[in-house]
Nanobody, 113 residues
């Protein structure tokens, strides 16, 4: 069983930066493709970024050039570096072992002046 715990959310001004972390329990983290998702009020949850076991990354068009996903298999952790944040990035951010039902509890990111 995998447990995921996100951290690093908070309130930031437009143009600011945040880094989210997602720590995974259990073994075999290195064989999991990981994803960061977000859900704003009254919207569907969407995939923001993913990283494969071979460190291949993909991003939603809305965050390309501003967000960066990385992973540290030695620490069982996946990160989401978010720069040049915009008010429309406000959402609850979740990490997930892709293509499974293993989700974290979510962390709130609010971009506001």
């Amino acid at each position: 069983q995998v447990q995921l715990v996100e951290s690093g959310g908070g309130l930031v001004q437009p143009g600011g930066s945040l880094t989210l972390s997602c720590a995974a329990s259990g073994r075999n983290f290195n064989i999991f493709e990981m994803g960061w998702y977000r859900q704003a009020p009254r919207t569907s949850r969407e995939l923001v970024a993913s990283i494969s076991t071979a460190f291949v990354t993909n991003y939603a068009d809305s965050v390309k050039g501003r967000f960066r996903i990385t992973r540290d298999n030695a620490k069982n952790t996946v990160y989401l570096q978010m720069d040049s944040l915009k008010p429309e990035d406000t959402a609850v951010y979740y990490c997930r072992v892709r293509f499974t039902n293993h989700w974290g509890q979510g962390t709130q990111v609010t971009v506001s002046s």
